[in-house]
């Protein structure tokens, strides 16, 4: 004789709950293919575009530190170039004395000197922003920023040398001072005028390239922020996987429940058929 039992509990209650327990622990809502595999591969392309946005966001924030640092270079350059048309003004005329002049150009080449050392100087990160190395004057190299995802997503600065050499004011910088009559002084202001123009056109270059910088990396910022929200979509509702963990248990302990029950019933009826 075989007595039947209605005594097998309903599995997916400990499935169910197990998934709610990893969702809750990993704060995912979706943490396997299983859960819904087309979603999952949606929530993971879009981390991984978040990350490549958070990394152009990096390289755009460097670049404008670069561009920053460079800009302020030339400025503090462009004001030893004032400073020096205004002591050749004052040589170039008669009432200043001989004497007067050679203390003004030694004054000048000191001036022309740290010209030169700013420019050797700057860098960013190792790189020299204004002539090729610190021990080597002639021209920098182009620079390329990547400011977005894809390869074409390039920000690029010209070949600068902001220098003595560069902007044609080593004449002046090697002018003996014995020889610098007023009529020698005026012959530098033209030059100095060339370089401050040059130099004002190098400020302006940085100064665009700065400006697109900026503007792409306030894009990025944006996309990132949109990107990294879609794909938080997947994120644990901790209020309601908590809701339905406990209701879960619940339903849990009415089955176990019902279980012991319906287990005592069959006790008792074997009993009485086999007295």
Known sequence: MEISSNSTINQNLYLNNNQTLNRIATGIELNQ???NSSALAIANNLLAQGNGYSKAIENTNSAIASTQIASSAITEQSSILDNIK??????????TSQDGREMILKDIQSQLN????????TNYNGQSLLQNSASDNSASQAQQYQAGLNSEDLIETTSVQANTEGLGLTALSSQDATSFTSSAAKGFLQSVDDAINSLNDIRSEFGSVQNQLE???RNLMSQETSTLSAASATDTDYAKESANFSKQNIMGQIGAFSLAQGNNINQQMVTRLLS
Do not use: H, M, P, V
């Not at 205004?86 to 009432?95: C, G, P, R, V």
């Not at 740290?114 to 100087?121: K, M």
């Open 215 to 217: 503007s792409s990396n």
């Open 114 to 121: 740290q010209f030169d050392q700013i420019a050797s100087s």
């Open 86 to 95: 205004e002591k050749l003004l004052q040589a170039s005329t008669d009432t």
């Open 33 to 35: 293919s299983s859960d």
